[in-house]
């Protein structure tokens, strides 16, 4: 019988540059996007301010001088002195280096979490997909602050269990873990972890999502088909297609990390000196704001711009990736 | 559908059992009793103390105690740190007044954040949606403790508009209804705008211009039920959200609520106390969830409650 | 005169990548009792030229920049939106490719339906409910008292379909505009619907403007038809004239395409070669230029003007007859 041979077939031309260039494309949405654009820059800038300033400034964040006490913002000292004579540019910007580094931090430790439980359920579906959601249904509503809040204010105390806990991890590692320099990177370490395991769950559902619209895609059958192991299609395969939601929720996840950790250091929790990040130090000063305005404005300041530029990028990520056309043609 | 209401309430009780319980242990495990800390208590007075409050029975016998109380009479015990009250009492006071917070800060963001959303996304790309965005970006991009001495040197002091403390009229209770209310609400517009953008785009929308319906009815029987439904869903964690948020408002505003007494509780190791609040929080939420649940099935019914 | 009758409509998309002129001069009449199909690839315009009629091209980036549309002595481009309300639905009646799309799903089958029996009679309650059980009969579903609680999710395809189809007739309109109505639908389905559409079409003295991309479709139905290439009709008249005898390259090519059963020396099967433009960057000239056969330089300058061939409506600056093809 004659074989059949086709000549090209009229292609949607559409469809096909589209397909092959997700990301190019989503990137020249982004690019046009010109709030989205500059809240990237205005972030970038902020983090290289954050790293520089302090190393830069002639200050050092951490050194007293009581007879300063607070002083407003001056040519010696450009955004003033604190309570305790302390240059607060210094201070705000290391502090820039806190508040970025529980944001970051917290976010990538609630992307793992949820990644995985979302990516796991999602791929394996029936009845551990059920369980898993489940719980996570159930731990949605209820206020995880609360508990964070409990065990930070029991557990987390100099010497209290989790400590301990903090020092046989680290015995191994460092000369003294017993060296008190060591109990303020505990405490941060702490807030890593509340903050993250607070904000996985959105993520995990999110992943789960996704997961279970690729699952049915056929490359997932043809994985299969050759023996790939079904840990290797959930992380190699799945979650790589899965990304452009997911970096959405991250990038919305830092400056709703850094807002909870600023809420804590208003309760006295979170960050504690000398690593104060933002949230602490607009706690601080909101006490004297009458008075000392400064104290207050300044990191409050860094800290709304921050999260404004965050929040307006990841809007404009998830325009741009949103596959949907917006403009009908 | 009254079944599957009956089926969730029932479902609460084992979770919040496991609540106390997990609560419960998490407290009393914790270094330090209620009275550790007190000025040079003497040991006697404090193993009298301890007693007198059953806090050196062992632990188990403690739980068996406490729910034993809970349970059969409704009872959270005393406070250890407001000798002569019952945690009983201190809940029946502020609860009430921290729902009155709750609540009105809640109807106040849904009535400021559902229309604006709805502007934003009806005239989109216009001066009026990028208003409305940024105002809502800005609300949730302030922390409530900067938004509230704030408005409160503005309004209160500043100007003597309002009252900043308490909570005795209806004008001492705008400035931190507004307070609470913000955050919600910069939400609350972000997802109807984003939700009705979605909803207008749909094949289902262009059918009912087909037939003739105005651009009114449109968007008010047509594009508003799968509009708001992200509105609804968020209601849980929304209201989680402002019950958190009423722990930074109560203090700020000096308002007798049970999140005030809950830190205050927490950081005394007032355990009793913790535990109350604790419960009655997570049964608001929880309900609150159960009852989200169920408008959600009823407005879309492509959902299926079982 | 003609009951619709659209003259040199143009819709074109104002985007920030330039002007898209999906419809650019299209003209056709439309009978009592008679299925005009417009039939073209993706992209052709031919969707845009069935919401043109009713004013739906979303406004922004589209907009009907030239033309007229007459329904009878009134020119639809050039009346005012509380009339064209009254058009849509009550004279001029349209249903849509996805029935599981384009049904709400959040509201019930009878609310969908008395919408329509209220805004155009005023009719409501008990009497609104006996048209809608009456129509959905009509159009064959089963037990239809049944169905009127029931929301679209709880329907198969094709039960979706007819409840598309029965809200569209309610009001007994004068024309029917059907983008794509068996697209989405399986193929015994399909025959259905199709069936269904013939019937109403005579109950009703119905004219429908059946728009398709399945030559399929346009035999079994059309009574006229025109062919539609990058948003300009290239040949139009009656069906046995325009598929039996066609003489545009395109309407050639695209029955050529088509593989037969009962032809066996073929080897290669013969595609149109090249692909339709890309909205937007149309060639100059006549659009079909680039991938026709018998082009010559004309071709590229100057769209052709239409002119009688044969009993059709032809846009083509050479004359091609069916069996010229290799």
Known sequence: MAEIRTEAPAVDLERLERGASLWSDAWRRLRKNRVAVASGVLIVLMIIACVVVPAFSGYDYAQTNLELGP??????????????????????FFGGRVSFSVGIIATLMSFAIGASWGGIAGYF??????????????????????????????????????????????????????????????????????????SWLTMARIVRGQVIALRAQPFVEAARSVGVGHMAIVFRHL????????????????????????????????????LSSWGQLTALGAEAMAVYPWILLFPALMLAITLFSLNFLGDGLRDALDPRIRKEQ | MTSYIVKRLLGLIPTLFLVVTVVFFLVRLAPGGPFDSERAVPPEALAALNAKYRLSDPLFKQYKDFLADLFLRGDFGPCF?????TVNEVIAESLPVSMQLGLLALVFALLIGIPAGMIGAMRQNTVADHAAMSVAMVGISIPRFVLAPILILSLGLGLYILPVARWETWRHMLLPVFCGALPTAAYVARLTRAGMLDVIRSDFILTARAKGV???????????????????????????????????????????????????????RDYNLVMGVTLVYGTLLMTLNAVVDVAYGWLDPRVKLE | MALLSVRDLKTHFFTEDGVVRAVDGVSFDVERGEVLCIVGESGSGKSVTGLSILGLVPDPPGRIVAGEILLEREDLTRVGEKRLRDIRGGRIAMIFQDPMTSLNPYLSVRTQLAEVLSIHEGVKGAEADKRIVAMLGDVGIPA???????????????????????MALLCKPDVLIADEPTTALD????????????????????????????????????????????????????????????????????????????????????AVRGMPPPPGKVPAGCPFHPRCDHVVDRCREAFPEERELDGRRLSCHVDVKAGDAA
């Not at chain 3, 008292?145 to 979706?160: A, N």
């Not at chain 3, 004239?241 to 037969?260: D, E, K, Q």
């Open chain 2, 214 to 268: 105005s651009e009114r009815n449109v968007i008010l029987k047509h594009a508003m039920r799968g509009g708001l439904l992200p509105v609804v869903s968020f209601l849980g964690p929304g209201f989680s959200g402002l019950l958190v948020g009423s722990l930074v408002i109560e203090r700020i505003f000096d308002i007798p609520g049970m999140g005030r007494y809950f830190v205050e509780a927490a950081l005394n």
């Open chain 3, 187 to 270: 193929v015994t389905i399909q025959a259905q619907i199709l069936e269904l559409l013939e019937k109403e079409k005579k109950a009703l003295d119905l004219a429908i403007i059946l728009i398709t991309h399945d030559l399929g479709v346009v035999a079994k139905m059309a009574d006229r038809v025109a062919v539609m290439y990058a948003g300009r009709i290239v040949e139009q008249g009656t069906a046995a004239a325009v598929l039996g005898r066609p003489c545009h390259p395109y309407t050639l090519a695209l029955r050529r395409s088509i593989p037969r059963l009962d032809d066996a020396s073929r080897e290669v099967l013969p």
């Open chain 2, 81 to 85: 740190k407001y000798p002569g009250r």
């Open chain 1, 71 to 92: 002083t407003p913002p001056s040519k010696a000292h450009w955004m003033g002195t604190d309570f305790h004579g302390r240059d607060l540019m210094a201070r705000v």
């Open chain 3, 144 to 166: 239809p008292e049944s169905r009127l609680s029931d929301y679209p999710h709880q329907l198969s395809g094709g039960m979706r379909q007819r409840v598309m189809i029965a």
């Open chain 1, 125 to 198: 579906g029936g009845r551990i997909d059920a369980i898993m959601m489940r719980i996570v249904d159930v731990l949605y509503t209820f206020p995880f602050l609360i508990f964070v809040i409990l065990l930070q204010v029991f557990f987390a105390g100099k010497d209290g269990t989790l400590h301990n806990l903090f020092k046989t991890i680290l015995g191994p590692f460092v000369a003294d873990a017993n060296d008190p320099k060591w109990f303020p990177i505990f405490q941060i370490c702490f807030v890593f972890a509340a903050l993250g395991c607070i």
């Open chain 1, 239 to 274: 979650l790589p297609n899965a990304l452009g939601p997911i970096i959405v929720y991250a990038t919305l996840t830092v400056p709703e990390v850094m807002l909870t950790e600023a809420f804590l250091s208003f309760l006295g929790l979170g960050t504690q000196e000398p």
